[in-house]
C-alpha cells in the first residue's frame, strides 16, 4: 500500500496552489519590476535561511532578510506581518502596536485557504489572494531602509529580491493597503 505524499511548499507542488508562482512573477515584469532570482533547497525557518544566502546581499550590506507571520486575532481578522529576520515578537505588544484583538498563530489551513500558500512559504506577495480574502498587511519600517528586500515566490525553494519601494509598488498594484510598524 502506498502512503500518499502530502503537498508542500517547494515548486514541486506549486501546480495545487490556487495562484502559480510565475503569474506573480509575469505580474512583477509588466510592472517592469526587476527581480533577481535564487533557487536553492526549501527553507522552512529562518535559521536554514541564514545558511543559504550565496549571491544575496547581508544585512550589514542592505539585505532585507524577512520573516512572516500569518495571525489571527479573536475577532477571526487575519493578517500578515513582514518583519525584519531577527525582530523578537511579543504577540500581545504587537497586538497593541496593530490595535487588533488578541492573536494567535493562524492555522495551515486557513493559511492555504487566506494567502494560497503552505507553511514555509508565507510571503508578502501571498497578498496575491490575501487582499481578496481581507486580509491585513502589515510591515516593519526598517524594512523600506534596506536595499534589497528577499522573499519567496510563493514557494520555498526560490527566492526573489527587489527594492522595498518595488514591493511597496507592487503590494499597491494588488490593492493592498500597507501599514508599517514603527518598533
Do not use: W
Amino acid at each position: 500500500m502506498s502512503e500518499d505524499i502530502l503537498p508542500d511548499a517547494s515548486t514541486l507542488f506549486q501546480e495545487t496552489l490556487p495562484i502559480h508562482p510565475e503569474i506573480v512573477i509575469s505580474q512583477l515584469v509588466e510592472l517592469k519590476i526587476p527581480i533577481e532570482k535564487f533557487h536553492h533547497l526549501p527553507l522552512n525557518t529562518v535559521s536554514q535561511s541564514k545558511k543559504c544566502r550565496d549571491n544575496m546581499l547581508t544585512k550589514n550590506d542592505g539585505g532585507g532578510h524577512i520573516k512572516n507571520l500569518y495571525l489571527r486575532d479573536h475577532k477571526k481578522n487575519n493578517y500578515l506581518v513582514v518583519l525584519q529576520e531577527d525582530r523578537n515578537v511579543d504577540l500581545k505588544k504587537l497586538s497593541l502596536l496593530m490595535q487588533s484583538g488578541r492573536l494567535s498563530f493562524g492555522s495551515a489551513d486557513r493559511l492555504f485557504e487566506n494567502l494560497g500558500v503552505r507553511p514555509g512559504a508565507v510571503t508578502p506577495l501571498a497578498m496575491i489572494t490575501g487582499v481578496s480574502k481581507g486580509v491585513k498587511f502589515f510591515i516593519d519600517s526598517e524594512l523600506f531602509e534596506v536595499n534589497k528586500v528577499y522573499m519567496h515566490p510563493l514557494v520555498n525553494d526560490c527566492t526573489i529580491s527587489m527594492t522595498p519601494s518595488e514591493l511597496e509598488y507592487y503590494l499597491e498594484f494588488l490593492g493592498v493597503y500597507v501599514t508599517k510598524l514603527n518598533f
